[in-house]
């Protein structure tokens, strides 16, 4: 099974940029398609972004495109998630979550392994 950590978090100001840090180790990284996403207060947790598992695709829920970039090095088993001029609606615990599928998918249900979270707070 695969086990992940993410890092990162913080408190920022609005229209500021952070970086997240998705680590993993106890499987194959390689043959894992990545994804993040967020859980605002009371609410459910919502798609961000995913990436292949070479790197060469992705995919953004609407809310974040052209904000946000999600990354990977394969050689370092780590995923990010690049976030440029944050809004306070952005403030939530971020996941990072990993399937064994080929295809991207926003659907929670096809990610098997996530990580514990990390969290971040957009203050206006």
């Known amino acids: 099974q695969l086990q992940m950590a993410e890092s990162g978090g913080g408190l920022v100001q609005a229209g500021d940029s952070l970086r997240l840090s998705c680590a993993a180790h106890?499987?194959?990284?390689?043959?894992?398609?990545f994804a993040w996403f967020l859980q605002a207060p009371g609410k459910e947790r919502e798609f961000v972004a995913a990436i292949s598992r070479q790197g060469g695709g992705t995919m953004y829920a609407d809310s974040v495109k052209g904000r946000f970039t999600i990354s990977r090095d394969n050689a370092k088993s780590t995923v990010w998630l690049h976030m440029n001029r944050l809004k306070p609606e952005d403030t939530a615990v971020y996941y990072c979550?990993?399937?064994?599928?080929?295809?991207?998918?926003?659907?929670?249900?096809?990610?098997?392994?996530w990580g514990k979270g990390t969290l971040v707070t957009v203050s206006s």
């Open positions: 979550a990993a399937g064994p599928g080929v295809d991207l998918t926003q659907q929670r249900n096809l990610y098997g392994d």
């Open positions: 106890g499987g194959t990284f390689n043959t894992y398609i």
